[in-house]
């Protein structure tokens, strides 16, 4: 299975779903201006935000990987948004030939091997994000973006399957939002004194195995009732 081909196609299914078919025009249904770039960047500043980088306060306190992780998997969406979003405008091809140049990547074989925890200094890590927020400003290639978001993966605690997994629950969590009001402003995003996100790693960490269905089933059981 090409994991990275089938997260392009869920990523495909959510946007037309969520924003009208011919999003990739950069409008919504609704009419609304898409920018992936600038929730890319937002997505990288709430990363470095789980990062004791403050010199004024929390100066003894630990990254923390766990939240990281999930800010990665956002970022991932829409990075993964953009791409779509270029190949289409672009004309420069489907989205097997957007995969399979994610896969040709120079990093790619590092990123499907075992998880990498040679953990750096916070600020060096820090940098690595970035340098994919740099790449963004600078209208770098949809190949250059994908390349810079592996190593903020990889230094986050992502492989290629660790990344599929979180992907396809944060995927499933999004569709669940959408179902229950999120647009709206009607969704309850903290369950049981913790957010939802939480929830749903925990539904993971469980069930390794759990299926789409399956995962979103769990999560409409844990829903808290108005």
């Not at 196609?9 to 946007?15: A, D, F, K, M, V």
């Not at 009419?31 to 003894?60: F, M, Q, V």
């Not at 004309?91 to 040679?118: C, H, K, M, W, Y």
């Amino acid at each position: 299975m090409d994991k990275i081909l089938q997260m392009l196609e869920l990523q495909q299914q959510l946007n037309d779903a969520t924003n009208g078919l011919g999003w990739e025009n950069g409008v919504t249904k609704n009419g609304k201006p898409i920018d992936w770039k600038r929730c890319t960047y937002l997505e990288c500043a709430e990363l470095i935000e789980s990062y004791p980088w403050k010199h004024w306060k929390n100066i003894d306190a630990k990254p923390d990987y766990a939240n990281i992780k999930i800010e990665a998997v956002d970022i991932w969406h829409f990075i993964m948004s953009q791409g779509l979003e270029d190949y289409k405008r672009g004309e420069l091809g489907s989205i097997d030939t957007l995969a399979r140049n994610i896969n040709d990547l120079p990093n790619f074989t590092v990123f499907s091997g075992e998880v990498q925890e040679n953990f750096t200094d916070s600020y060096e890590q820090i940098a690595v994000v970035e340098e994919l927020m740099k790449r963004l400003f600078c209208d770098s290639s949809t190949e250059k973006l994908m390349e810079a978001f592996i190593e903020v993966a990889m230094q986050s605690g992502l492989n290629l399957d660790a990344l599929y997994q979180l992907y396809v629950g944060k995927n499933i969590l999004n569709k669940f939002r959408q179902d229950h009001g999120y647009k709206e402003g009607s969704y309850i995003k903290i369950w049981d004194g913790q957010e939802d996100n939480v929830t749903m790693q925990g539904i993971l960490e469980e069930n390794e195995d759990i299926s789409p269905q399956a995962l979103y089933e769990a999560l409409e059981a844990a829903y808290p009732a108005k």
